[in-house]
């Protein structure tokens, strides 16, 4: 079966500061990755999703980046972190088109 | 218009009692519908895909309704531990889901 795994579960970060979340994906080749966030009571916010290896489409223009170095490997990065970024960073993953989207644990990220 | 929209509720029922909510969408489009439940300070996870003709799963009952664009959650007698934000989640293109703000229940004793 599938599984998503992404860490850190929590997060403390000073502003300024660099961000590197890592997911992955297990038992699925080729899957689509997505990067949300969510902040306190409310939506999901899509940042940033992938339909392969390298291949990465930005939602929201923020200071926020992604990659996709490796099929079932996504990463969201930020040079400088600021206080808006605050919030829980939820990766996601699906399957071809119709399907559902399944969520890893989620990183709740504090910038102080 | 937002792509997808919820009620926020509160919807706060008995134990025992059966709750509904809607979800409404705005692309016509559309030809996936999911509904997700979400606990305080988690992921959402997935409670049920929604096909065309409803479907129901245990006290869950999904349905479709594509000529007013808006599908449904009901859930029979209630328990304690149904109470969850619920997000219903709508395909925008191929590879995009668009989801709502959810729905809060809460089931009391």
């Known amino acids: 079966s599938q599984t998503i795994h992404q860490w850190p579960a929590t997060l403390v970060q000073p502003v300024g500061s660099p961000l590197s979340l890592e997911c992955t994906v297990e038992g699925t080749s080729n899957p689509n990755l997505y990067w949300y966030r969510q902040a306190a009571g409310r939506g999901l916010q899509l940042l940033f999703y992938?339909?392969?290896?390298?291949?990465i489409s930005s939602e929201v223009p923020q200071n926020l980046s992604a990659s996709r170095p490796q099929d079932r490997q996504f990463i969201l990065s930020s040079k400088k972190l600021l206080l808006s970024d605050s919030g829980f960073y939820l990766c996601a993953w699906s399957g071809t088109r119709g399907q559902p989207q399944h969520f890893g644990d989620g990183t709740r990220l504090s910038i102080l | 218009r937002k792509e997808v929209e919820q009620d926020p509720g509160p919807f706060n029922v008995p134990e025992g009692a059966t709750v509904a909510f809607n979800c409404t969408y705005s692309n016509s489009a559309s030809q996936s519908f999911f509904w997700y439940r979400q606990d305080c300070r988690k992921e959402p996870k997935l409670l049920m895909s929604v096909y065309s003709s409803g479907n129901e799963d245990g006290r869950f009952t999904a349905q479709l309704n594509r000529a007013s664009q808006y599908i449904s959650l009901l859930i029979r007698d209630s328990k304690l531990s149904d109470s969850a934000t619920y997000l219903c989640a709508v395909n925008i293109n191929d590879y995009k889901l668009s989801f709502g703000a959810g729905t809060t229940v809460t089931v009391r004793a």
């Open positions: 992938s339909v392969g290896i390298g291949q």
